[in-house]
Nanobody, 129 residues
């Protein structure tokens, strides 16, 4: 069974940092682009960032640039999202996703949820004082 499992979410105060992890099982994702999305209550799922299979190509949503960093460790089949200077508006369920294209460089379409074939169950991040 192919799975993506996120971890690392929690309740933090504004200005704090968190690092999310997403570990794959059932297959290796080392040749696939992987991404983070988030979904706040009552809102649509929102693109956060995507990273190519090699890590050489990265795209961030404009609102995340400078605060969030996406990274991957293919040897561990794991994707990361380092989030700094968190704000209350970052509160959401964060999902990781993987595409099913072999070593494709992510482009504009990689900002859309339907581009991805595999999804994790999500991890809650709450930023509140």
């Amino acid at each position: 069974q192919v799975q993506l499992v996120e971890s690392g979410g929690g309740l933090v105060q504004p200005g704090a940092s968190l690092r999310l992890s997403c570990t794959g099982s059932g297959r290796t994702f080392g040749s696939n682009a992987m991404a983070w999305f988030r979904q706040a209550p009552g809102k649509e799922r929102e693109f956060v960032a995507v990273i190519s299979w090699s890590g050489a190509n990265i795209i961030y949503a404009d609102s995340m640039k400078g605060r969030f960093t996406i990274a991957r460790d293919n040897a561990q089949n794991t994707l990361y999202l380092q989030m700094n200077a968190l704000k209350p508006e970052d509160t959401a369920v964060y999902y990781c996703a993987a595409d099913n294209y072999y070593r494709a460089a992510p482009a504009h379409e990689a900002r859309s949820a339907p581009y991805y074939n595999y999804w994790g169950q999500g991890t809650q991040v709450t930023v509140s004082s």
